[in-house]
């Protein structure tokens, strides 16, 4: 068989390995974060956050009508899947190519031992890159990151074809198709911009001799080249449309056409590759009219509403976000990264210990080194991996620049460019709301390709030694390198990550959504802050058409005069607009506002009879007397030099509760923090996942719930698919959110146990109200709670952990106690006693309600040790 069929029946059996485990592992819907907003916006060709991804947008949409899955996320999910194995069979062949490069041989002079040794270590590599723990989490759920590595790796293939071709005529082809492709990686991530510094190095090293001065101008029409893209033409591109119009645009298109022309006529070689490549990425680029014309059309996700120039401009150029220094590391005003940068000596310090180390060195271990948990915050564990990937990865690299310094060095500048330089040009400041190990998987990239180099560097520097042995030995011994390499690095790293990667099952996000949208009442208006509490919602009634009549307002966006002109507006799917009194222009001037906190009153309207009918309908006394009207003392959300500031969202809040209150049902999502709720946290009800505002105050968001309303929601309404399935694996950030739940069954079991009467009336599956006894009720609610959230799965407070215990004993139920009195005598036994010493108090309170005196005594005798101001209390407790 021809070097080329072999070569090319091996990159297809790669393709296939790595979309099997990417398919059998694949989410089977939404996931959180950014997935639920770009499958929305694919799905219905809206406009997402800035600066979008248009041409991704148009393959999800395309992926989204394929019959190919039931679920819509599913789809598109399997679209990442596709685009991550491609990357994977493209990362093998250019392994191959860089071998072959640096054998500085044809594959058809190869003996057998050479060609297992190349294609064996080329696969190696790619697998590696294919089972790496970033490249894998995005591979298998909707991602940007999936289309960026494949645009990147296509790129640097093409590259690599041209290298071979050239100068053989027509090889111009592969640079024109470059320029293409890195226009159109524009509408997908501008990361894939960054492996321009490689393409032209290699196109130097092909075509020039080296010299020190040759060499300097390169690096500086590399730079030149890479502003003239960035700057010229993805930056100044929308100011020519802003200042001309589109007859500008259509002009320099024109233009650029005739220099085609007029250079071809001519004979002009290098003026016409040159134009032709601007035009190409000019081409290219304009992917992103869909969201000039997509905004026109105003889609129900219509973020920032880039229906003019100017708005499309800013769109394009990320404005909303604002600027960051590229030299000062510490630059940050907020508080709390000025809080965080304390910490540092100095802005050295800073880059090393945090930006370099904690948030580049850290990700690239957790690939090639092993990750101590799938966690946030997790660090290296050298005995996940035992180092072998890093290891090879460097003798890889080492070997590489020792046999063909050029090509390494193209790797290497690959390497950089999206690794270290990406630091110090993303300046991150500290905290971050998640982990940013995505950002640099072009850096693993590059350096998987060395580890397939440095597999089949080993059989070369073995082969010395083996240059007399027969054939058949040498083949033996190159087949059990590449089986050890297999095995040693892509098999521990499927058998590491595996698990942590596998979101078959895992249905959190769209569960979460639909129990969120469904814990409203008909038109109601639901604030939400953050991705999580947003973005599946979008999903659920973009995607769905589950509750499109709930209007979502996230608190976020809430800071931007144009969101809220939609929200006064616009009727997504039908949805009623949101009452706003004021102003159109007022409302987009919309500003921070210096004001003392203020008591103001709206008036309650049906919210009232509201309270009383849910009351009665459960056979429950209210906690205080409902007010004719809601009354509350607005507090200012931002406090800035001694002055206190009412934010754009906390005077939005305050304009749609004030003009909509009474006339439709206003929530909170459970996630909204207390401090952004402008003093409303005392006048809410908890329903479930959300918080309804209420005319009654109570002393805190968690203090008042209808255990009518709470039941329905958490055992007719809500899904739960295989959340207590210890087979199916729950991602960190699905745990946290499902946390959210626990204290929701007990609170309802406290209310039924603590409250005064014997019955309670709550609705079964068909919504009929169904008399039960409290207490019965309060233990049938514990059992359905620690059937969906086993122990080992989902940790609970100390305090909700000794609640469920006293109301286990109290039910006469010891044994189930005892799994809650375990858990803490396990927190127990890792804190400190002067830390925490209400969780010690806590445990002997439960010793003492399971009859078991001598070890609360003893827990209460060690209280005392530790702490004697509190012998006092503690004696009392004894008695």
Known sequence: MSHNKLNRLIAVLIFVVAEAVYLATMAPTLSFWDCGEVIATSRTLGVPHPPGAPLYLLFGHLFSLLPTFGDIGARINFFSTLLSSATIMLTYLIIVRLITIARNSKPAEWDLPDKIAAYGGAAVGALALAFSDSFWFNAVETSLWAASSFLTATIFWMMLCWYDEDPAPGSERWLLAVMYMIGLSIGVHLLCLLALFSLVLLYYFKKYPVTLKSFSLMGLFSLGLFFLIYRGIIKELPVLLVHTSWWGLGLLITLLVYGVWFSQQKRLVLPNLVLMSVLLLILGYTSYLLIFVRAHAGPPINENDPSTLQAFFSYVNREQYGSWPLWPRRWSPEPVHQYFYRFYSGDWDYFFRYQLDLMYLRYFGWQFIGRSAPIEGAVIDWGQLWGVPLLAGLYGAVSHFRRNWKMALVVGVLFAMTGLIL??????????????????????????????????????????????????????????????????????????????????????????????????????????????????????????????????????????????????????????????????????????????????????????????????????????????????????????????????????????????????????????????????????????????????????????????????????????????NLSVNIDETSRNLLGNYPPLFGRLALDLSAAPGDSVRVPDKSGVLQTRQRRALAYEVLDRYEKLFPLERYPVSPSFAATVASLRISEGAKQKAYPYINYLEVLASRSDVREEPELYLLLSQVYRKAGESGKADAVLNHLKQALPALRERLDSLKQ
């Open 423 to 724: 630091v110090v040009y993303l300046n991150q400041p500290e905290p971050q709301p998640r982990e940013r190990d995505y950002s640099y998987v072009g850096s693993f990239f590059a350096f998987a390709l060395w580890i397939g180099i440095g597999i089949e560097s080993l059989w070369a520097s073995a082969s010395k030694a083996l240059k007399s042995a027969e054939v058949r030995n040498r083949t033996l011994s190159a087949a059990l390198l590449v089986f050890a390499a297999l095995y040693l690095i892509d098999g521990r790293m499927v058998m590491a990550n595996y698990r942590t990667h596998d979101r078959s099952g895992n249905y959190v996000a769209w569960d979460w959504a639909w129990n969120i949208l469904q814990s409203c009442e008909k038109d109601a208006i639901l604030f939400t802050n953050g991705d999580n509490d947003t973005f599946p919602l979008w999903y659920m009634q973009e995607v769905e058409g589950v509750r499109t009549d709930v209007r979502v307002v996230n608190l976020s966006l809430a800071n931007t005069g144009w969101y809220l002109l939609q929200l006064k507006h616009d009727s997504p799917r039908g949805a009623k607009p949101v009452e706003l009194k004021i102003s159109d222009a007022d409302l987009k001037a919309i500003t921070y506002v210096p004001v003392d906190s203020v008591d103001v009153a709206v008036p309650a309207g049906s919210e009232q009879r509201k309270l009383f009918s849910d009351a009665r309908r459960s056979g429950v006394s209210l906690p205080a007397t409902p007010s004719d009207s809601l009354r509350w003392r607005i507090r200012p959300g931002l406090s800035y030099q001694g002055t206190t500031y009412l934010r754009p969202q906390d005077i939005a809040v305050y304009m749609i509760v004030s003009d909509n209150y009474g006339k439709r049902p206003i929530y909170f999502a459970l996630t909204v923090d207390p401090t952004e709720m402008i003093g409303l946290e005392r006048n809410l009800r908890l329903d479930g996942l959300v918080y309804r505002v209420v005319p009654l105050r109570s002393d805190s968001a968690q203090d008042f719930s209808d255990p009518g309303t709470l039941y329905g929601n958490l055992f007719n309404t809500y899904r739960y698919r295989n959340i207590g």
